[in-house]
């Protein structure tokens, strides 16, 4: 799960996974639904489009750019946003993007604009003129710059993606708890569907009195520890461990 919000920035990985493989480049006309209920990767997210008809009436008549997760992608998916409208919306942009275009965060259509956030990196087992692995928040794009066009005559671009994107959404959904710093969602991870025990980590904030590290403004990554059993481990994390824990890079 990745979650960066607002103007308070938190990222959490719960996994790190290095795949050495290929991005494809596709070229094609017509419209993207028709493109996508084709494509034998993706006839789960198609069920699910289809299902959604904001989504639907976006992709006739708008620009729009949708990362959609493959078969496997869903099958592996344990959220909580299975059937819900909410996910659908995450994975459509209403702007035709293509990679080399790719700006450091894209406003999806969920509501308030929930970003999903674009990073490229370095693989030198790419190949000649595929150095790069692209990802959209935890999900690598397995084939990208699939082209098509709305019935209205708008550009529109398909990234097939390996990952569901998860949107980070508040439960309940108050306006007081969107846009968190990473200090609100570690005192209440729940709310924003982080099942993991965090309390271990927070302990040591308090003791040390570092809750203001994690109110920090844009700019920063934290890596927040899940909570163990070892009482020994954890004393050693003090006031630099969890300064180290926050990095100026997003």
């Known amino acids: 799960m990745m979650i960066k919000c607002g103007s308070n920035l938190w990222r959490c990985f719960s996994v790190i996974a290095i795949v050495f493989s290929s991005s494809l480049m596709f070229v094609l006309g017509g419209d993207l639904t028709e493109l996508i209920a084709k494509d034998p990767r993706l006839t789960e997210f198609n069920t699910k489009l ?28 344990k959220g909580a946003y299975t059937m819900s409208r909410d996910l659908i919306s995450y994975h459509i942009v209403k702007s035709s993007i293509t990679k080399d275009n790719f700006p450091s965060s894209l406003p999806s259509e969920l509501i308030g604009g929930l970003p999903i ?11 000649e003129g595929k150095q790069y692995d692209f990802y959209a928040n935890n999900a690598r794009m397995i084939s990208m710059d699939i082209t098509g066009q709305s019935i209205d005559g ?11 994107l998860e949107p980070t959404l508040p439960n309940p959904n108050d306006p007081i708890y969107r846009n968190p710093s990473a200090q609100r969602i570690l005192t209440n991870p729940s709310i924003y569907g982080i099942e993991n025990d965090l309390s271990n980590f927070e302990k040591r904030v308090q003791l040390y009195n570092k809750q203001i590290v994690l109110q920090g403004g844009e700019g920063h ?5 899940i909570s163990s059993d070892n009482e020994e481990e954890w ?15 997003v």
């Open 154 to 164: 708008f550009e529109q671009v398909l990234h097939v993606i390996d990952e569901v």
């Open 235 to 249: 004393n050693f994390v003090d006031d630099k461990v969890i300064d180290a824990d926050r990095k100026s890079v």
């Open 221 to 225: 990554t934290f890596f927040i520890p």
């Open 50 to 77: 289809q299902a959604s008809g904001i989504a639907m009436s976006l992709m006739r008549h708008m620009s729009i750019t949708i990362f959609a997760p493959t078969n496997d992608a869903f099958a592996r998916y």
């Open 117 to 127: 956030w674009i990073q490229r990196n370095y693989n030198p087992f790419q190949g």
